[in-house]
């Protein structure tokens, strides 16, 4: 039995929703058949691309061969689209952050019940080759029990475009790349959160975040420092890992970076006192080489199905979404969270028990 092929039309036709069409067309159960963009000069690129240009909206919505709509448009009109699409018997797939405010993505989550539509947040970089290395490390107790998780993105340029450094239009860094780091991190530590404290950044005079750092506790003892920057003329590690055998560090997307880990059961010879500045010590002076194992970074599982093969798993009923809508509401709840923290410099205790009763 040959497999069904989606219609597929993307809505906002900028950098990222010219990237879907370029990864869709390795994707064999997806077509991408056409575009809508409210600027002529992106529907100009699209019929360039070999996509029919749409007019409208309502056309895409009207146009019965089309199975998905992907929404790749600034956030402040995910919603919209979405619950309109939702609403056409669409199955949606939605960029990030999926909306502004974590109600409104409840909003769409029960409309999506109510049409019987697959609504897919596109939280890719669960799949970053870096994530699933540090994610391997944690799983496999690498370093022992990782118990200390620094997560970075660090720029120089700035924040990017026109409309990330609006506020009504979702702009921010913390909304940008913070909801991927998050989502990496709640993804993988799979225990409640005990509390959390953030500051956001405000260098550039925008009226939106340049960057933030949060701290974030978790109930099982695991701390994360996650922080975004565009402002680093330096860049830190993309990752800092601490656990009980050992320490991780990636430095970057490329994964250089190496795992140190603690030696047993041989003749470990002390640390010497070296001279440190102006004045001496043995505890910050660098183990011994008996004493610790460099090894380079494990092998990642990569094993998990691809984002959009898991999508047409999905409306097929023969997978659940890897990106599920109840994570994704989490995260966005978390960023309001930090929004909160920030705003009164205040350590939010018990995130997971206040949104529970939230529901
Ligand atoms: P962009 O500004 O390059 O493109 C947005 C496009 O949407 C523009 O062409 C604009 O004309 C169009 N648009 C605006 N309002 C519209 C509407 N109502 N209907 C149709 N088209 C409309 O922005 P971008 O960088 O491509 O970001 C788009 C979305 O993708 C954002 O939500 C962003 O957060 C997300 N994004 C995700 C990733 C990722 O890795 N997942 C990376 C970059 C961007």
């Not at 997307?253 to 059961?265: A, D, E, M, R, V």
Request: aromatic content about 8%.
């Amino acid at each position: 039995m040959t497999s069904k092929i989606y219609q597929l039309v993307i809505v906002g036709y900028g950098g990222m929703g010219s990237y879907h069409a370029k990864l869709l067309k390795d994707v064999q159960n997806i077509n991408v058949i056409g575009t809508f963009d409210i600027q002529e000069e992106k529907r100009v690129a699209s019929l360039a691309d070999g996509y029919k240009a749409y007019d409208s909206l309502a056309d895409v919505l009207s146009d019965a061969t089309v199975d998905f709509v992907l929404i790749a448009t600034p956030n402040d009109v995910h919603k919209d689209i979405a619950i309109a699409a939702l609403q056409a018997k669409k199955h949606v797939i939605c960029e990030k952050p999926v909306t502004i405010k974590s109600n409104d993505l409840k909003e769409i989550m029960y409309v999506a019940d109510a049409n019987n539509r697959q609504f897919i947040v596109h939280q890719n970089r669960r799949w970053d080759e870096d994530f699933l290395t540090v994610k391997k490390i944690y799983d496999d107790n690498i370093i022992g029990n990782a118990f200390h998780f620094e997560s970075r993105v660090q720029g120089a340029n700035g924040i990017p475009g026109d409309w990330r450094h609006l506020k009504a239009q979702g702009g921010g860094m913390l909304l940008d790349w913070g909801v991927h780091l998050l989502d990496q991190l709640l993804f993988m530590v799979d225990s409640k959160i005990s509390s959390v404290y953030s500051n956001l950044s405000f260098v550039l005079g925008d009226e939106v975040d340049d960057g933030f750092q949060s701290i974030i506790t978790f109930e099982n003892g695991i701390t994360a420092l996650i922080e975004v920057g565009t402002t680093n003329f330096i860049q830190l590690p993309r990752w800092y890992v601490k656990g009980t055998t050992g320490t991780a560090i990636i430095n970057d997307w490329n994964l250089n970076g190496k795992i140190i880990t603690q030696n047993f059961g041989v003749e470990i010879e002390a640390p010497k006192p070296i001279q440190a500045g102006k004045g001496l010590t043995k505890t910050m002076a660098p183990p011994s080489e008996t004493a610790i194992s460099i090894s380079p970074l494990p092998s990642f599982d990569a094993t998990m199905e691809s984002f959009y093969s898991n999508v047409v798993s999905v409306v097929e009923g023969k997978a659940v979404p890897i990106v599920k809508n109840e994570e994704v509401l989490r995260v966005l709840r978390l960023i309001e969270t930090i929004f909160v923290s920030a705003e009164r410099n205040e350590v939010i205790k018990n995130f997971d028990s206040l949104i529970a009763i939230a529901e």
